[in-house]
């Protein structure tokens, strides 16, 4: 018996990285999944790769920022299953500008996808999330909603608000049996770091400031989303667990 046996899971983002990883580990843990991503070829390649290690995923190319795309994603899962058990809000993107320079476009994309797509998903996926009595939201932030480095405020401030948006929601949504919930994952080597890792020095320089030693695994994200998306998270709401190998409460 899997530990997602017979939910319903929808991710955010899975075209690759941590919302690919997440689709397959629910999928071994029971759940079926909807994959979606802007990102339609990826997304279509995670959703391979569920179905031929047994699984079951339903690619779907959703723009998280686009609401006609984000009404279309629900309309299907409510056609499919009719209900909703797990919801990732995973998708997100990341810019460096200096404070002083970033423009209320740049600033405003970051806020879509980052934030108000899991506003909207939250909000309008509701109705969905409330029918099994026992759903679970799971929102990933980051350390940087609470560390900082120069270049990355706009994102810093997404994820803070993502993280205090859960903590929101997960009082309102109680009252509906549904756990929110957040990650904040250190530095992961994904489509999203690849250029900042591929610089040398700022690698070495981060590692050095891990305690662990090394970059978080997607894999490692995923296992932790299992467990606040399971039942075994069933007295947890509005928390969050950052995975970083020591590297927010290390000098
Ligand atoms: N990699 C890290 O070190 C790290 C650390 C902390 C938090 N995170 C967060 O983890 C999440 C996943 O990131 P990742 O590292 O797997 O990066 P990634 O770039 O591999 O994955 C992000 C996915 O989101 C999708 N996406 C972006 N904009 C979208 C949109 N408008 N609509 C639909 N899909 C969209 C992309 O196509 C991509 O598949 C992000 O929210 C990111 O901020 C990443």
Not at 149 to 176: N, W
């Amino acid at each position: 018996m899997g530990r997602l046996e017979n939910k319903i899971a929808l991710i955010t983002g899975a075209a690759g990285g941590f919302g690919r990883a997440m689709a397959l580990e629910f999928a071994r843990q029971g759940a079926q999944i909807f994959a979606a991503d802007r990102n339609e070829a990826g997304v279509g390649e995670t959703a391979d790769l569920v179905n031929n290690q047994g699984g079951a995923a339903t690619p779907v190319r959703c723009d998280v920022s686009d609401t006609d795309d984000i009404a279309a994603l629900l309309s299907e899962i409510e056609k499919t299953f009719g209900r909703l058990d797990v919801l990732v809000n995973n998708a997100g993107i990341t810019q460096r500008e200096d404070f002083r320079h970033i423009t209320d476009a740049q600033w405003q994309e970051l806020l879509d996808v980052n934030l108000t797509a899991a506003m909207r998903l939250s909000r309008d996926g509701l109705k969905l999330l409330k029918i099994s009595g026992a759903s679970s939201i799971v929102n990933i932030s980051s350390i940087m909603e609470r560390v900082h480095v120069r270049q990355l405020s706009a994102y810093s401030t997404t994820k803070a608000a993502l993280a205090g948006l859960s903590r929101a929601m997960a009082v309102e949504y109680a009252a509906f049996k549904i756990r929110v919930n957040y990650l904040c994952p250190g530095y992961a080597e994904t489509a999203m770091t690849e250029r900042i890792l591929r610089n040398s020095a700022v690698r070495q320089g981060l590692l050095d400031r891990t305690p662990l030693g090394r970059f978080c695994l997607p894999e490692e994200i995923a296992m932790a989303a299992l467990f606040l998306a399971s039942d075994e998270a069933a007295f947890i709401t509005g928390e969050g667990l950052t995975i970083d190998g020591g590297m927010s409460i290390s000098l």
